[in-house]
């Protein structure tokens, strides 16, 4: 299992940036798949992006063109870049490992560590 710490929400105005960090420890980070999800109050959690064990990343159309995701396996760290954010963007973020090494999915059910969620507000 991997220990997950996101870090970088908060409390932003529209069309602001924030980058968030997630660190883990535990395991061979290299291997596995991590993503970022979102849950916004009353609603389900949703993907957001993720980024295979080869560097491959993969954003949800809705924040396409906005977000970037990526990782720097030497520090066992995966990012999530966000511009231009909307009040919409609104939610508490998490970040999450693959269950399994080598193995890519947008499914949350396939992620079997998470973090504890970080907060970004935006303001409109």
């Known amino acids: 299992q991997v220990q997950l710490a996101e870090s970088g929400g908060g409390l932003v105005q529209a069309g602001d940036s924030l980058r968030l960090s997630c660190a883990a420890s535990?395991?061979?980070?290299?291997?596995?798949?991590m993503a970022w999800f979102r849950q916004a109050p009353g609603l389900d959690r949703e993907f957001v992006a993720r980024?295979?064990?080869?560097?491959?990343?993969y954003v949800a159309d809705s924040v396409k063109g906005r977000y970037t995701i990526s990782r720097d396996n030497a520090k066992n760290t995966v990012y999530l870049q966000m511009d231009s954010l909307k009040p919409d963007d609104t939610a508490v973020y998490y970040c999450?490992?693959?269950?399994?090494?080598?193995?890519?999915?947008?499914?949350?059910?396939?992620?079997?560590?998470w973090g504890q969620g970080t907060q970004v507000t935006v303001s409109s």
């Open positions: 980024i295979s064990w080869a560097d491959n990343p």
């Open positions: 535990g395991r061979a980070f290299s291997t596995y798949s």
């Open positions: 999450a490992g693959a269950r399994k090494p080598y193995f890519s999915s947008i499914i949350a059910e396939d992620y079997g560590s």
